[in-house]
């Protein structure tokens, strides 16, 4: 009998082919898309990656708050009266001044009567879904949803069902096959992060108000600070606010630091605080942090003058790759996010690395995280990108495109 060699098996094992799939693509001499070290960061736009400076195109910096000198202030003056952080949860002795100052912020921003300020905008969907929906309920969400959107599902223990990407029609009739005396959380995106399209929320609202014991929440986290006369999002840009039970939202993108939120005008919404567990059992964000936020948000309340700007940006960049025969996420620009559709990985890193070299940072992503058989490089726009550096982007894609052979 001859000795068969066993393989060895551990919980990573389930992981072997993907380990193998980025060792392949490394071994082909290209760098690796996802381990990009900023080793300077010079503004919203501007940054020194392995010594050269670069246009940054992939950081969901969409209104340029991070260097706002307003906005640093405030986070400087909170870390020397307040300290590093706070060490203990919002419902023990996590809550500080900034706070209450940051919520009160928010509830003015959206004209709401509560907010709630999470730790992450991953946190805030976690810690709203998983609450508000448990055994026995049902989410029916975007099959396109975040992960986190998800996640709070699987959390919660709820019912999960799905409807094809922003179809109104798909939408109804799964909601017309529950129970109607089951309670339904319905989620929907205003923005969707990997083509940056946007929801037809009116039709959706529409469709779920004619079923019985369902609530509706949008997370905004893409789409505040640009969308709607004042900045709140789609869903004010599309006139359903009053319909909207919560809107979810993120300190990550437009206000320029870190941090999640929900905001609700429902008359019970503050007994979160004592049930929500991703709220009640993590520690509190920073007051540098807090304090960032708030002045970044109340600067966003009078930014008409930025939105504008980027949506020019947007545009432009969106008419200047399809002008060049890129295929994009949309027909037409409906967002700052502008998704470059390509044909595999390879083509995907190629284009990557090019733009890169040139003096270009983009994200590429791929499946899990975009729709099944995607590749793409998402650029995100900033309302700090000058017209010279949108057209020196639009220059650096015909090279790059040109280059790896993906335009003629």
């Given at each position: 009998?001859t000795?068969?060699?066993?393989?060895?098996?551990?919980?990573?094992?389930?992981?072997?082919?993907?380990i193998?799939?980025?060792?392949?693509?490394?071994?082909?001499?290209?760098?690796?898309?996802?381990?990009?070290v900023?080793?300077?960061?010079?503004s919203p736009?501007?940054?020194?990656?392995?010594?050269?400076?670069?246009?940054?195109?992939?950081?969901?910096?969409?209104?340029?708050?991070?260097?706002?000198?307003?906005?640093?202030?405030?986070?400087?003056?909170a870390?020397?009266?307040?300290?590093?952080?706070?060490?203990?949860?919002?419902?023990?002795?996590?809550?500080?001044?900034?706070?209450?100052?940051?919520?009160?912020?928010?509830k003015?921003?959206?004209?709401?009567?509560?907010?709630?300020?999470?730790?992450?905008?991953?946190?805030?969907?976690?810690?709203?879904?998983?609450?508000?929906?448990?055994?026995?309920?049902?989410?029916?969400?975007?099959?396109?949803?975040?992960?986190?959107?998800?996640?709070?599902?699987?959390?919660?223990?709820?019912?999960i069902?799905?409807?094809r990407?922003?179809?109104?029609?798909?939408?109804?009739?799964?909601?017309?096959?529950?129970?109607?005396?089951?309670?339904?959380?319905?989620?929907?995106e205003?923005?969707?992060?990997?083509l940056g399209?946007?929801?037809?929320?009116?039709?959706?609202?529409?469709?779920?108000?004619?079923?019985?014991?369902?609530?509706?929440?949008?997370?905004?986290?893409?789409?505040?600070?640009?969308?709607?006369?004042?900045?709140?999002?789609?869903?004010?840009?599309?006139?359903?606010?009053?319909?909207?039970?919560?809107?979810?939202?993120?300190?990550?993108?437009?206000?320029?630091?870190?941090?999640?939120?929900?905001?609700?005008?429902?008359?019970?919404?503050?007994?979160?605080?004592?049930?929500?567990?991703?709220?009640?059992?993590?520690?509190?964000?920073?007051?540098?942090?807090?304090?960032?936020a708030?002045?970044?948000?109340?600067?966003?309340?009078?930014?008409g003058?930025?939105r504008?700007h980027?949506?020019?940006?947007?545009?432009?960049?969106?008419?200047?790759?399809?002008?060049?025969?890129?295929?994009?996420?949309?027909?037409?620009?409906?967002s700052?996010?502008?998704?470059?559709?390509?044909?595999?990985?390879?083509?995907a890193?190629?284009?990557?690395?090019?733009?890169?070299?040139?003096?270009?940072?983009?994200?590429?992503?791929?499946?899990?995280?975009?729709?099944?058989?995607?590749?793409?490089?998402?650029?995100?726009?900033?309302?700090?990108?000058?017209?010279?550096?949108?057209?020196?982007?639009?220059?650096?894609?015909?090279?790059?495109?040109?280059?790896?052979?993906?335009?003629?």
């Amino acid at each position: 009998m001859t000795d068969t060699a066993t393989e060895t098996r551990d919980l990573l094992s389930k992981f072997d082919p993907l380990i193998a799939e980025r060792q392949a693509l490394l071994d082909t001499g290209v760098r690796d898309p996802f381990s990009i070290v900023m080793d300077q960061v010079l503004s919203p736009t501007r940054a020194i990656i392995k010594g050269k400076e670069t246009i940054l195109l992939g950081t969901y910096n969409y209104m340029g708050m991070t260097f706002d000198p307003d906005v640093v202030a405030a986070g400087k003056k909170a870390l020397d009266e307040f300290g590093a952080g706070t060490t203990g949860s919002r419902v023990l002795n996590g809550t500080y001044q900034g706070h209450r100052e940051v919520e009160d912020a928010l509830k003015e921003f959206y004209g709401t009567s509560s907010a709630m300020v999470f730790s992450t905008g991953y946190q805030a969907n976690l810690g709203m879904i998983s609450t508000l929906a448990g055994r026995g309920d049902y989410v029916v969400l975007d099959a396109d949803s975040h992960a986190s959107i998800y996640d709070g599902c699987f959390l919660g223990d709820a019912e999960i069902v799905r409807f094809r990407h922003n179809s109104v029609e798909d939408l109804d009739k799964r909601l017309g096959r529950l129970p109607a005396d089951a309670l339904k959380l319905v989620v929907l995106e205003g923005v969707y992060s990997m083509l940056g399209d946007i929801a037809p929320l009116p039709d959706m609202v529409a469709a779920v108000r004619k079923h019985q014991n369902c609530m509706i929440l949008v997370d905004e986290a893409h789409g505040m600070g640009f969308f709607g006369p004042n900045g709140r999002g789609v869903y004010e840009e599309q006139g359903v606010e009053k319909d909207v039970d919560f809107v979810v939202g993120t300190f990550s993108k437009s206000v320029g630091t870190v941090g999640g939120f929900c905001v609700s005008n429902h008359p019970k919404f503050e007994i979160m605080r004592l049930v929500c567990r991703p709220y009640v059992f993590t520690a509190s964000l920073p007051p540098s942090v807090v304090a960032t936020a708030a002045t970044s948000i109340r600067k966003l309340m009078h930014a008409g003058e930025k939105r504008a700007h980027l949506w020019k940006n947007s545009k432009r960049l969106h008419q200047g790759l399809t002008d060049l025969g890129f295929t994009l996420g949309t027909t037409t620009p409906q967002s700052a996010i502008i998704a470059v559709i390509l044909t595999d990985q390879a083509q995907a890193v190629a284009i990557w690395q090019t733009l890169l070299e040139l003096g270009l940072y983009v994200n590429m992503a791929r499946p899990p995280a975009t729709p099944a058989g995607t590749f793409l490089l998402r650029c995100s726009l900033c309302a700090d990108h000058s017209d010279e550096q949108v057209e020196q982007i639009i220059g650096m894609f015909k090279a790059a495109g040109q280059a790896t052979g993906a335009i003629a």
